[in-house]
Nanobody
């Protein structure tokens, strides 16, 4: 069983940066896919970025390409989301998620088995 706990959210002005962390308890296999999703009020939860725990592949939503970066630290069992040039439309609750199946990197939320509790990111204009 894997448990995920996010941290690092907060209030930031437009153009600023934040780094979210997702600490995983339990063993993450190299085949696992770790992802960040977000959900704004009144909107569907959408994928932001994903990567295989081995680091072999990454995915970014078009809306964050060039601004956000997903990474992981084996020793710390942690996944990060570095968010730069933040915009008010990035305001949402950000969730860390894990997909344990051996498959292609998937972007649908239904594919993910593990979820964190979420962390609020608010970008003021």
């Amino acid at each position: 069983q894997v448990r995920l706990a996010e941290s690092g959210g907060g209030l930031v002005q437009a153009g600023g940066s934040l780094r979210l962390s997702c600490l995983a308890s339990g063993r993450l296999l190299s085949s696992y896919v770790m992802a960040w999703f977000r959900q704004a009020p009144g909107k569907e939860r959408e994928i932001v970025a994903a990567m295989r725990w081995s680091g072999s592949s990454k995915y970014y939503a078009d809306s964050v390409k060039g601004r956000f970066a997903i990474s992981r630290d084996f020793a710390e069992n942690t996944v990060y989301l570095q968010m730069n040039s933040l915009k008010p439309e990035d305001t949402a609750v950000y969730y860390c998620a894990g997909d344990r199946s051996i498959s292609t990197l998937r972007t649908d939320r239904s594919a993910y088995d593990y979820w964190g509790q979420g962390t609020q990111v608010t970008v003021s204009s």
